[in-house]
Nanobody, 127 residues
Framework: QVQLVESGGGSAQAGGSLKLSCVAS????????MGWFRQAPGKEREGVAV???????TYSDSVLGRFTISKDADKNTLYLQMNNLLPEDTAVYYC?????????????????????RGQGTQVTVSL
């Protein structure tokens, strides 16, 4: 059974940084796309970033140049380094994964519909 557990959320001031982690278990990550999506109150889910062995990393326009997704295969852990945070980055962030053969190629905007997701971690950015 696939399980994803996020950690690392919290509060930061605008311009600051936070790093999220997601420990995965129950599957072989080489056959899966892994990514992050977020949901702010009253807003739709937004795919933030996705990573795969074949295609590397892709990002939404809203975080490009500020966020970095990475993966430690030995630890089966996914990360999201968030720099230069903005108040509009405030949201619950979710780690998600799905089999790579379900998609032609990985896109950040598909991450919210991935089959497996964690419980979410809150990120709050203040001025």
């Amino acid at each position: 059974q696939v399980q994803l557990v996020e950690s690392g959320g919290g509060s930061a001031q605008a311009g600051g940084s936070l790093k999220l982690s997601c420990v995965a278990s129950g599957y072989t990550s080489d056959n899966y796309y892994m990514g992050w999506f977020r949901q702010a109150p009253g807003k739709e889910r937004e795919g933030v970033a996705v990573i795969s062995r074949s295609y590397g990393a892709t990002y939404s326009d809203s975080v490009l140049g500020r966020f970095t997704i990475s993966k430690d295969a030995d630890k089966n852990t996914l990360y999201l380094q968030m720099n230069n945070l903005l108040p509009e980055d405030t949201a619950v962030y979710y780690c998600a994964a799905d089999r790579s053969d379900a998609y032609f190629y990985p896109r950040a905007r598909d991450v919210p519909v991935y089959k497996y997701r964690g419980q979410g971690t809150q990120v709050t950015v203040s001025l």
